[in-house]
Every structure is written in structure tokens, then in C-alpha cells.
């Protein structure tokens, strides 16, 4: 084999051992560049790593980072809907308790309207909320010269402490 390559040419390059021409084992000429040129060696490292795809660690990590954040989000944001369905809950109550209290100057006498009752009469909207933000029906109460109305509040039982009744007791 090495007479065959030293019978071709001077000018061609031929491996030692096999006798094949070198341009068959021959690396591609960014690779050879790159071992001339440190710097275009790290250039080709970050191509390489580039177009080899992502490993299943890299797609662990971006996984746990979005956790991470999600509920970062999630802490900062709940207790504000918390306490804007309280709000919402106590808007409704007076608008109900106005309502009411329009039925009964209309109506005279000292009857005490049900929600479905000033729904019927036109003195809420249709498209009113006649349940609280966690769906419970308001409770609507009359005294002679007082209307209250009440809701069981976000755990659903009356009489705790959380319970939103409009107008709030001493007022």
C-alpha cells in the first residue's frame, strides 16, 4: 500500500496506514480552522452544542424554573382574590339591600322581600348577581325601620365570623 501512494503524486495526501486518500478521513475544514484558531474552537463547540438538540436535564430545569415562578405568581395573587370577592359580595349585598328597601316603600306595609322576589319585581336587574361569590343565596331580613341583607360569607356558614351583612352591626 505504500508504494501506491508514493507512485501517485507528490502532491496528493494519502494516510500511511490504510493507503486510501486523506480526504476520507479527513475532519471537516471548520474543525481543522478551529484547531488552527483557539478562538474559532470555542465558536465551534457552541455550534456543535447548539445543533446537537436539548438533553432531558436542560428540560428538567426549565420545567422546575416555571414551577418556581407559577407559584410565586399564585402567592402574590390570591389573597387579593380573596379579598376582592369580599368586596364584590358586600357591593351586591347594598345594592340588594336598596332594592329592598325601594320594594318595601312601594309596597308599604312591613312585608320583607325575598332576592327572587325583587328580581320578579323588577327592582334588580336580570342579570344581576343574586348569589354571593361562593354561590350562596343572599338573605335578605326586615325590623320596621331596618333592612339587612347577609351573606354566609366564603366558608358557607352562617353565623361565623366571616359572615358579610349589610348594613354591618352598629352602623
Known sequence: MASLAGSIGSNDRYD????????VFQLPLTVEIA???????????????ASRGVTLIEVLIVVAILSLISAGVSLAVLPKF??????????????????ANRWRASHGGTDCPTVSQLV???EIDTASK?????????????????TTVSSPGPDKKEGSKDDIIVPKKGE
Open 16 to 23: 500511511r496506514e490504510t493507503g486510501y486518500p486523506a480526504a
Open 35 to 49: 484547531a488552527m484558531h483557539p478562538r474559532k474552537n470555542l465558536r465551534v463547540r457552541i455550534a456543535r452544542a
Open 82 to 99: 380573596k379579598e376582592t370577592q369580599i368586596k364584590t359580595a358586600t357591593t351586591n349585598a347594598l345594592e340588594i339591600r336598596n332594592a
Open 120 to 122: 320578579q319585581d323588577k
Open 130 to 146: 343574586v348569589d354571593d361569590p361562593w354561590s350562596s343565596p343572599y338573605k335578605v331580613t326586615c325590623t320596621e325601620d331596618e
